[in-house]
């Protein structure tokens, strides 16, 4: 365990040196591309060149393009707080800004909220719990406990962690956005920025109503891509496509003979030593006995009879089984070099995604005890994405600052030591957490606009913590309270009193050091 962490901390202690100097002083839209031992330090102007670039080598290097009429815009609505994206960091948000007395708008793309939940189909919130974890306590607990109360949750297969039902998950998410006064918008996209000498002032729409602008005392982006941020021309990290996390194509299937399948997965029973097969995980050592549950092995015959293809990646874990059968959150299939800010790499990988799906399932039938007989249920609303855009905030995290239980003065909660992304894998079984800074949510140039989730600011190591869907209801619930006590007070989020934030996240049951 002490080797790995010294490896690790070795390794970003230098990066971090290096990404502080860089990041240092810089108060807007950067003018050119910085590099980075992970990616690139960039911003929308330099994107958007990029993207030119692209586009004129499919149109045969002609460059196109259009100038849109300067036209009046519609207000569709106006309120305290606007969050942009309904996922585990904007629910958490929201409800947490409302619940310290702001008004507020949940606004969100798809036709349901609950983000990566109910759009992709992962179930878990946290699924690290194993013996010894000292976990966040917050919103994220409290939907967990609320769906399970609802009826919608059942226990993770070798742990105390929660499996949330992907679709139930929507009606608790209704639930509680109407049991605290948020105002919903569903089906709407945020394609611009409306900005006044640096500071946000809303944002503007597109949806079935047309184009409509939505003016905002404060804004946090939690899109999971700092979408957001992005309009806004604050500075982000990107890393390269090569070294950017897979994407997945999560699907369920129905018909799982399930006394026979967990009589053979009891007597084949998988650990995270096993990881390092399609996953390639290396882990401090004292995850390897761990049970876990994870499929690789068990698939070779499929290879070998050719079912699984030559150079499509099949292999990875289930999750819950229903009674009645039906095998959910199947996390089998994963595709690399995807953009996932880039319609190209999207429509590409979903149709791939689903291709490959159909190929894991035939596996799965050949070779699995209790799969023979299963059928496809239904896929994901939408491909799972992992890595993307990270804003450059106010503070960075390292990964020392996520293997050594770093403590900061601006805590807005806690997050156990479990690391999961980049060939690493940490579990919170020694009772390690650490403090989660207000400053890694407040980005660069442009002030009462705050993200949360995984497009924190952070090197690779610390997004391999603080992507994790419970710890995006911490960095959520810390940005609604401060964009509420901001409001409160009358100050900025750039200059809001971190203690008043503090007393009032602790006053909804958060656990903040």
Known sequence: EANIRDQVNAQYEAQAVRMVG???????????????????????????????????????????????????????????????????????????????????????????????????????????????????????????????????????????SECLDADFFKVVADHLVRESGIRPLLHCTAVEVLTEDGVIKGVITESKSGRQAILAKRVIDCTGDADVAHLAGVPYLKNKMEGMLGVTSVFNVAGVDKPKFLKYIDQNPATYKDWVDTWEQKTTGKEDGLKSPYLDTQLQGARDAGIIPKGVSVGGSWSALSDAGEATNLNLVHMKNIDCTDVLDLTKAEMEGRTNSMHALNALKHSLPGFENTKLRNFGMTLG?????????????????????????????????????????????????????????????????????????????????????????????????????SLKDGVTTQKVDIKKVQAELKRQKVRVF
């Open 22 to 160: 860089r990041w240092a002083g810089i108060k807007g839209p950067l003018k050119s591309r910085t590099q980075h031992p992970d990616g690139e330090i960039t911003s929308r102007a330099l994107e958007v060149d990029v993207s030119t670039q692209r586009a004129a080598k499919r149109l045969n290097n002609v460059v196109r393009h259009i100038e849109e009429p300067r036209k009046k815009i519609p207000v569709l609505d106006s309120c305290d707080v606007l969050v942009v994206g309904g996922g585990p960091s904007g629910l958490s948000a929201a409800l947490g800004a409302a619940r310290a007395g702001a008004d507020v708008l949940l606004m969100e793309k798809f036709g349901c909220f609950g983000g990566v939940i109910t759009t992709v189909g992962m179930e878990t919130l946290g699924w690290y719990r194993y013996e010894g974890t000292v976990d966040s306590e917050g919103v994220g607990v409290e939907m967990e406990r609320i769906a399970a109360k609802m009826g919608g949750a059942i226990k993770w297969p070798y742990n105390d």
């Open 385 to 485: 994405t992992r890595d993307s855009r990270k804003i450059v905030g106010r503070y960075n995290l390292t990964g020392k600052d996520v293997c050594n239980q770093a403590r900061f003065e601006d805590s807005i909660g806690i997050f156990p030591e479990f690391v999961d992304g980049y060939s690493i894998l940490i579990l919170p079984t020694t009772g390690r957490y650490f403090h989660v800074p207000y400053g890694c949510m407040v980005p660069q140039g442009v002030d009462n606009l705050l993200v949360a989730g995984r497009a924190v600011a952070g090197d690779r190591v610390s997004h391999a913590a603080t992507r994790n869907m419970m710890c995006c209801t911490v960095t959520g619930q810390g940005a609604g309270v401060a964009a509420a006590i």
